[in-house]
């Protein structure tokens, strides 16, 4: 649900460019599986979250 706390970071897994920026620098480029990490959204978005991966699925974060 887009209410959840998470919402829009499961949204930009899903859907976003397979780029993570922070301060305007390339932290890393590859597939979302492999860019949403919660060492990236801490430091792309300073949110601590757990990012939970399951097999041929999008990545998703819950809230730390």
């Known amino acids: 649900m887009l209410d959840e706390p998470t919402a ?4 930009a897994a ?3 460019d397979q780029a ?6 390339l932290l890393v480029q590859d597939t979302p599986a492999l860019t949403m ?3 990236i959204v801490r430091t792309c978005l300073g949110s601590e979250v757990e990012v939970v991966q399951q097999a041929g699925k999008s990545p998703f974060a819950l809230p730390a």
């Open 14 to 16: 899903r859907y976003a």
């Open 20 to 25: 993570r920026l922070a301060d305007g620098t």
């Open 8 to 11: 829009a970071l499961d949204l």
């Open 37 to 39: 990490t919660s060492h």
